[in-house]
């Protein structure tokens, strides 16, 4: 018995045209749901960093019967001003390093003696000197927190950059009329402050923090030497914002702050004043050091003072909005907030 045989007939150019064709936009359409799946894990993952960090704050709030200060800057009968002085300027996240399992990093400082982890975090010693000027604690400051980080950003590329440590608030009465004013303050650009462990967390400290004026009325939880109690934010734990987020400027821009920059997990507070701007192009020159922002689209993470993390829309520049977000950043102020304007 002969087997027959039948040639198969290939594929003509036309047809493979056709399948490449549908198994690229096959992927044009997978690609924008891949990406939306991994923003959201990110963003998932920064609101669990808030709350681990908040969570952080109320157990050394269990240890030392009060919040950690917002940070170590002049003593709190005075406003601030552009002098350095001698005070630590330790901020609100180094004295948190126990309580998100990095305490073989608070150790490290050079703390001997003192209030609570020695003069570097003693909330009430004016004369201990800035932390950075010794190599040790620059080297324990230069570590990488992967809690203190959102995976959306990418301050760990940023080169050149200014780290700022703080934000400089004082209050003017001889001027007509009487201002308030803030500047950032911080390390020089250069690879000592590039080698700094970075962070998208800052405590919130209210309208304007602590600067010795009528603005005190709306101060937040962290501030100048603050000695917050749980029991003193009358406004309510789930009521007052607690920590929020923001991101590096990656800009080579010429100018000092509005070219690149990042936070040090050593630094202050931020002030509510200047709202929740929309957020801007990451490649301009509109991320500012003055308010708080993110890199997830339209939206920015915050932790209130019950250790419950909100998401809020950016924008809140005037008007209601506004409002509700200087009034959820103060503590005692004694305003009926309506949190659905954010």
């Keep these: 018995m002969r087997q027959s045989c039948r040639r198969r007939p290939a594929f003509t ?9 549908i198994i690229a936009i096959l992927i044009g359409l997978l690609l924008p ?6 923003e959201a894990a990110a963003r998932s993952t920064c609101q669990n960093n808030l709350k681990q960090i908040a969570l952080a704050a109320h157990n050394y709030e269990s240890a030392f019967g009060r919040l950690p200060p917002g940070l170590l800057g002049p003593a709190r009968t005075h406003p601030f001003s ?4 001698t005070f630590q300027w330790t901020g609100v996240l180094g004295h948190l390093l126990p309580y998100v399992e990095q305490k073989q990093v608070y150790d490290g400082f050079n703390t001997a003696g003192g209030g609570p982890g020695g003069p570097l975090f003693d909330v009430d010693n004016l004369a201990a000197g800035i932390w950075a ?3 040790q604690n620059v080297t324990m400051a230069q570590t990488k927190i992967k809690t203190f980080a959102c995976p959306s ?11 700022i440590l703080y934000v400089d608030l004082y209050f003017n009465p001889t001027a007509s009329p009487p201002i308030l004013d803030a500047q950032p303050v911080g390390l020089a650009p250069g690879s000592f402050a590039d ?7 800052l405590g919130v400290a209210g309208y304007w923090g602590f600067t010795n004026s009528s603005a005190d009325t709306f101060e937040g939880i962290f501030s100048n030497r603050s000695k917050t109690r749980i029991t003193g934010i009358t406004d309510g734990a789930s009521n007052t914002l607690m920590f929020g987020e923001t991101f590096a400027n990656t800009t080579p821009a010429a100018t000092k702050w509005g070219g690149p920059f990042t936070y040090s ?24 050091w003055n308010f708080f922002s993110s890199r997830h689209t339209g939206v920015v993470n915050f932790a209130l003072g019950d250790a419950s993390v909100r998401t809020f829309r950016t924008g809140a520049t005037g008007g209601s909005a506004y409002d509700a977000f200087v009034y959820m950043s103060g503590m005692r102020e004694g305003a009926v907030v309506d949190a659905s304007a954010l």
């Design 33 to 38: 749901a891949v990406q939306k799946v991994r």
């Design 133 to 135: 000027q010794t190599t």
């Design 13 to 21: 150019l036309i047809e493979l045209l056709v399948v490449i064709a």
């Design 82 to 85: 552009y002098s350095q002085g």
């Design 195 to 201: 080698s700094l462990g970075k962070t998208n967390y």
């Design 153 to 163: 950003d990418n301050m760990s590329t940023v080169t050149g950059a200014a780290c």
């Design 265 to 288: 997990w050593m630094t202050g507070p931020m002030i509510a004043a200047y709202g929740l701007p929309s957020n801007p192009n990451p490649t301009d020159d509109a991320p500012g």
